[in-house]
């Protein structure tokens, strides 16, 4: 095993980490960044990105992702692509007046760091019915830019009322002839604009509180039963694939033992990013943050930054 050291570890490469990189590298930190999968996070699945300012072609998520990338690339910042932290423990490593507070255990190398950076968003939370955990993968999913066009002139449901689902059910009824939009209430969750979008598209047809009962298939997902949360009825659709985005789950687990978090995992941070631990900073949507936008992770990553600087200033 290869041992590194630093006095940064950031950990996840979406625009979170990327921002906090590049304001890490301009204050002189000494650092490392590692991502487990390609720079860039969840975004890299998103189809249009409309809201960051100053961005006026609206560039897909994966056209944003790159320019961070580059970016990083500009300020000579290495990011360690396909580099997976396993375990992070307090350490305590002595070296040469340097105290190394953690050990985190990656790939084939450890990497000893004074202070984390946790920016390992999130990843999408699960219906947990009938038959989805059998569909996933042969008509569930949870990305429509990536299987979206499988279902090219098909019929397809989407679940959830927030912006994720009222965005990607826009895009997908580019490409198919229906879509159902299952929200378990009356009303969505979703942003105004995207809610008149989707209220004056043809293809849409929205099914209000309404619950997935049951996905229903032979080899693959063929059709759903739906429950209305009113009158107790349930309906049968027939559909050729189902999307859901009902949620996130933190991706904490590797760190959850040393610092708060909420009922569901997400990192408990102060206005500092600062985590119940001194040395630990959490950002984007990883934190237990009331936006999960692409602006507010990265405008998360600068503030830890920032702050990481000034906790290294402290400390001497
Ligand atoms: P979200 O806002 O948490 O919405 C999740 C949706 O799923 C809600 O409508 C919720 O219903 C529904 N839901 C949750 N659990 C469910 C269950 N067990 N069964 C059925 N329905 C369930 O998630 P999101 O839409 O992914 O958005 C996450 C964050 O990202 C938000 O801050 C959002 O603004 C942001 N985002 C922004 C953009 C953008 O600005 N372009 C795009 C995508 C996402 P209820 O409404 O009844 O709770």
Wanted: some cysteine.
């Amino acid at each position: 095993m290869k041992e590194l050291k630093t006095d940064l570890l950031i950990i996840g490469a979406g625009p979170g980490g990327m921002a906090a990189a590049l304001y890490a590298k301009r204050s002189g930190l000494d650092f490392i960044i590692v991502e487990k999968n390609m720079a860039g996070g969840q975004i890299i699945n998103t189809d249009l990105i409309e809201n960051y300012p100053g961005f006026l072609d609206n560039p897909s998520g994966f056209e944003l992702a790159q320019k961070l990338s580059e970016h990083c690339k500009k300020f000579e910042i290495d990011i360690m692509e396909y580099f997976s932290i396993d375990k992070i423990e307090e350490a305590d490593h002595k070296d040469g007046g340097k105290t190394y507070k953690f050990k985190s255990t990656g790939s084939d190398s450890y990497i000893y760091s004074r202070a984390l950076i946790i920016a390992t968003g999130a990843k999408p939370d699960r219906l947990d019915v009938k038959g989805e955990a059998e569909f996933i993968g042969k008509g569930i999913s949870f990305c429509a830019t990536c299987d979206g066009a499988l279902y090219r002139g098909k019929e397809v449901a989407v679940v959830g009322g927030g912006d994720t689902a009222v965005e990607e059910a826009l895009f997908l009824s580019n490409l198919v002839d229906k879509v159902y939009l299952i929200h378990r209430r009356d009303e969505l969750r979703a942003c105004d604009m995207l809610q008149c979008r989707a209220r004056d598209n043809g293809k849409i047809e929205f099914l209000w509180s309404s619950v997935v009962e049951e996905f229903v298939g032979d080899e693959k997902l063929e059709s759903i039963i739906i429950k209305n949360k009113n009158d107790g009825s349930t309906r049968k659709i027939a559909v050729a694939a189902a999307f859901e985005y009902v949620g996130w789950e933190p991706n904490s687990d590797m760190i959850k033992h040393l610092v708060d978090t909420d009922q569901k995992g997400f990192i408990i941070a102060d206005m500092t990013m600062k985590t119940s631990h001194e040395a630990i900073f959490a950002i984007g949507d990883v934190r237990n943050t009331p936006f999960r936008q692409v602006i507010t992770a990265v405008a998360d990553g600068a503030v830890a930054a920032m702050y990481v600087d000034k906790y290294f200033l402290e400390q001497g």
